[in-house]
């Protein structure tokens, strides 16, 4: 069964702090991707990654970062968290190859909140 | 630019059927997808059609697809109260980025 996990699915942060949101998929994906997730706006991606250490920002990357050490897991950053910040955050992953169509797989999100 | 529009929100009667509608814009999109996303739970794969196919049908699922007028639709036989999620209609836009609508909640009304 295939799984993406994320580190928490709750979080309550404080404006100022710096956040890490943890993301890991035991799939041997290469790509991986972080989305927020506002009601009205759909899943808008954050960045996303295609290898170790690669990395490629996505549609709202500002106020964020991320970090791909190892192939299974990709981590997002919020370095001074704002209140603009609160939302669900949700952690995907595919495979690279054209052969098949670029599923992603997701994780059961994790709402942060910001206060 | 790239956008993937669709309705918010869609109420239906038990044992009714459910059409969900979505509109996009890259006529280059290869893959179209509906995306399922059930309470506290992030997104799962439904179904997806190839851009160079008119519909796809799996069991209580029909996809419909007009490349003509880039308007794609899930249709859901019989609809059930488990059915209740939100559904996201999505379009690949080449490379690693999908496109993401901003989903459909449907309420299903015993």
């Known amino acids: 069964d295939v799984k993406v996990t994320q580190s928490s699915r709750y979080l309550v942060k404080r404006t100022g702090e710096k956040v890490f949101l943890e993301c890991v998929q035991d799939?041997?994906?290469?790509?991986m991707f972080w989305y927020r997730q506002d009601p009205g706006l759909g899943l808008r991606l954050i960045y996303f990654?295609?290898?170790?250490?690669?990395?490629e920002k996505g549609d709202i990357p500002e106020g964020y970062s991320v970090s791909r050490e190892k192939k299974e897991r990709f981590s997002l950053i919020l370095e001074s968290a704002s209140t603009n910040q609160t939302s669900m955050y949700l952690c995907a992953s595919s495979l690279q190859s054209r052969a098949v169509s670029y599923e992603q797989y997701f994780g059961p999100g994790t709402r942060l909140t910001v206060t | 630019g790239e956008d993937v529009e669709q309705s918010l929100f869609l109420s239906v009667r038990e044992g009714d059927s459910s059409v969900i509608n979505c509109t996009y814009t890259?006529?280059?999109?290869?893959?179209l997808y509906w995306y399922k996303q059930e309470p506290g739970a992030g997104l799962q794969l439904l179904t997806y059609?190839?851009?160079?196919?008119d519909m796809k049908q799996d069991q209580r699922l029909t996809v419909l697809l007009n490349k003509k007028d880039k308007h794609l639709s899930l249709r859901i036989a019989d609809t059930q109260t488990g059915d209740s999620a939100i559904y996201f209609c999505a379009e690949d836009t080449g490379g690693f980025k999908t496109i993401f609508g901003a989903g459909t909640r449907l309420f299903v009304k015993a």
């Open positions: 059609i190839f851009s160079n196919m």
């Open positions: 990654s295609y290898d170790v250490k690669m990395k």
């Open positions: 799939m041997d994906h290469e790509n």
């Open positions: 890259d006529s280059s999109s290869t893959y």
